[in-house]
Every structure is written in C-alpha cells, then in structure tokens.
C-alpha cells in the first residue's frame, strides 16, 4: 500500500480556489489515485479519482505529475459549505480502502 | 435506491454485552468493508470483504468478527464490548471493477460503550 502525506489543516477565504497536495511517493503502476470529503456526522463522500494528468468533474480539479509522486485536488471558488475533511487515497484492486488522516479545511468567511 | 444502510444510528452497550452493527447496499457491490473513527482522527479499517464468503482483516480487527453470507449485507459483530470500542462506525461498498470507483458510505452508527 502506498502510504500519503497531506497536511493536517488549512484555511481559506470564501471566493478563493483552494489547492491541497498530497504525497504518495512510493506509488504503483497499477494504483488509482482518490479524493473524499468527509463533513461532520457523516460517512466520506467521493470527490474524484485519476490516475495521470488531469480530471475535472462539476465538484473539483486533480492534477496528477507524470511521476505520479504527488497530486493535487483544486476547489475552485470556495463557499463555507466547503469546510470538511479531505482524505487522498492510493491504491488498486487488490488493496484495501485505508484511509489517512485528512486534510482539515476550514473556510472563513 | 437506498444505497448503504446501517442501524442502528445509535447505541449504548455495558462492558461485557455483545452486539451487531447492520449494514446492507442494494447497489450489487462486491467490495464491503467497516470502518471506526474515533474523535478527531480518520477513519481506521476494521475487516473488509471483496465478495460474499469472503472476509479478511483490516488495521484494527481485534474485537471485531464479521461475516458475508450474501452480496447485499456485512454484518459487523462485537464480541464482548469494550470502553475503547466507544466510536462512529462507518459501512461502505464499491464495485470490484477496474478502475475500483467511488466507495458509497452509509451514515455512520454511533457507539458507546460504558
């Protein structure tokens, strides 16, 4: 299992595009790349998943190197009803769903 | 489409009691797992199934015993409780496709146990 690094909390301003890194050196060639956001009192919800370049769907951005070492989740235009957590997940099939500790995001007005 | 059902919501158990946590999806999904998370912290795996009659563990599977006699429910078994079992326990399930896509998450059973 490819283990991720993210960082514990950030902050932001309503209105701004918010960028959150995760590292996930030691990535596989079959490992799929996924974004969930978690808000209080309730299970995580899927964001998004990529495994190179770039996706977007109607929620975000991941921006994905061509090493693959790291990526990206981009929220473009941040309201209050944004700040959750954030987990990035590494993995394929054959892995189990293991979760880090997210990323705690917390927009200010 | 309900999507991952769990029950009950809510729950306090004395040391020493046993108990079964539900969950059922009616989405077809092969994979199922649990999870627990504990105040401030992610969230930790407990066992994991990638199809009916097939189980394995997870982080923190003491405790903890599981079974899948069908697709459609992961019931999540506590042998004899303990204060430090005291969390919000979370079902999911996903298709065991290429690529593994969104996991659907019930909306969590809170236990506490005393």
């Known amino acids: 299992l490819a283990k991720t690094t993210q960082p514990i909390s950030m902050d932001s301003y309503e209105g701004q595009e918010v960028n959150i890194t995760c590292s996930h050196n030691?990535?596989?060639?079959?490992?799929?790349i996924t974004w969930y956001q978690q808000f209080p009192s309730q299970g995580p919800r899927f964001i998004i998943q990529?495994?190179?370049t770039k996706v977007t769907n109607e929620v975000a951005s991941l921006f994905i190197p061509a090493d693959r070492k790291s990526s990206t989740l981009s929220l473009p235009r941040v309201s209050l009803s944004d700040t959750a957590v954030y987990y990035c997940?590494?993995?394929?099939?054959?892995?189990?769903?293991?979760f880090g500790k997210g990323t705690r995001l917390h927009i200010l007005p | 489409n309900a999507g991952v059902t769990q029950t009950p919501k809510f729950q306090v158990l004395k040391t020493g009691q046993s108990m079964t946590l539900q969950c059922a999806q009616d989405?077809?999904?092969?994979?199922m797992s649990w999870y627990r998370q504990d105040p401030g912290m992610g969230l930790r795996l407990i066992h994991y199934?990638?199809?009916?009659?097939?189980?394995d563990q997870g982080e923190v599977p003491n405790g903890y015993n599981v079974s899948r006699s069908t697709t459609e429910d992961f019931p999540l078994r506590l042998l004899s409780a303990a204060p430090s079992q005291t969390s919000v326990y979370f079902c999911?399930?996903?298709?065991?496709?290429?690529?593994?896509?969104?996991?659907?998450f019930g909306q969590g059973t809170r236990l506490t146990v005393v």
């Open positions: 199934s990638v199809g009916a009659g097939i189980t």
């Open positions: 030691n990535i596989a060639t079959n490992d799929y």
């Open positions: 989405m077809n999904h092969e994979y």
């Open positions: 999911a399930s996903s298709k065991q496709t290429e690529p593994r896509t969104e996991a659907f």
């Open positions: 997940l590494v993995g394929d099939l054959d892995d189990k769903i293991i």
């Open positions: 990529g495994y190179k």
